[in-house]
């Protein structure tokens, strides 16, 4: 995945799933953490680093649980069906074990990184994202269109008129390499998807 889609991952994700720093049920009844994170078998909750909250009412906070603690609380999560539809700020009250906020990006991190489809997927989606909410300017798109043309940057100066510094800049801020990862990258799921 590409640095800077990893980067904005998180902040973009959590717009969609919210962050949720304790288990709760999502609407379909499945154990969840983090940033829309699965847990759900018990076993992928009892991998995690859950800590107890740091609450008055908590003996030991910030302590690390148990497999046995991590698989009690999942299991009171799992076996109320009515927390699904009362959304996760219902499990809040009734949770003791927590992820921090680096567990959390650990979590995201290894869900994004090891699958090369999501990878390229993602990469594309968020290279389209820029590239449609960021505004390129008339010069820059016509800058862009000859590049296209000439695939290379001292001819397409020439074409414009301009000097090689204004065409390298027009690109830089049009997302000219993004525009190519992201036609690349499209290229390679339409031939994953469609041979």
Not at 139 to 144: D, N, V
Request: aromatic share 10%; net charge negative; proline share 5%.
């Amino acid at each position: 995945m590409f640095p800077s889609v990893q980067t904005a991952f998180r902040s973009f994700s959590e717009k969609f799933e919210g962050c949720v720093s304790y288990m709760y049920l999502d609407i379909k009844g499945l154990v969840t953490v983090g940033v829309g994170n699965l847990v759900d078998p018990v076993a992928l909750a009892q991998a995690l680093p859950f800590r107890f909250k740091n609450k008055p009412e908590i003996p030991t906070p910030g302590a690390p649980a148990t497999p046995d603690q991590i698989a009690a609380e999942w299991q009171k999560l799992k076996g109320n069906a009515n927390l699904a539809r009362e959304g996760f700020k219902a499990c809040e009250p009734i949770t003791e074990l927590e992820l921090s906020d680096d567990d959390i990006d650990s979590l995201i991190l290894a869900r994004v990184t090891g699958n090369e489809t999501f990878n390229l997927i993602a990469n594309t989606v968020y290279h389209l994202h820029d590239t449609l909410l960021q505004s390129i300017s008339t010069k820059q798109w016509q800058t862009i269109n000859v590049h296209m043309e000439t695939n290379r940057q001292d001819l397409t100066a020439r074409k414009l008129r301009l000097n090689e510094s204004t065409v390298s800049r027009n690109l830089r801020r049009g997302f000219w390499w993004q525009i190519q990862e992201t036609r690349q990258a499209m290229e390679r799921v339409i031939e994953a998807y469609f041979p």
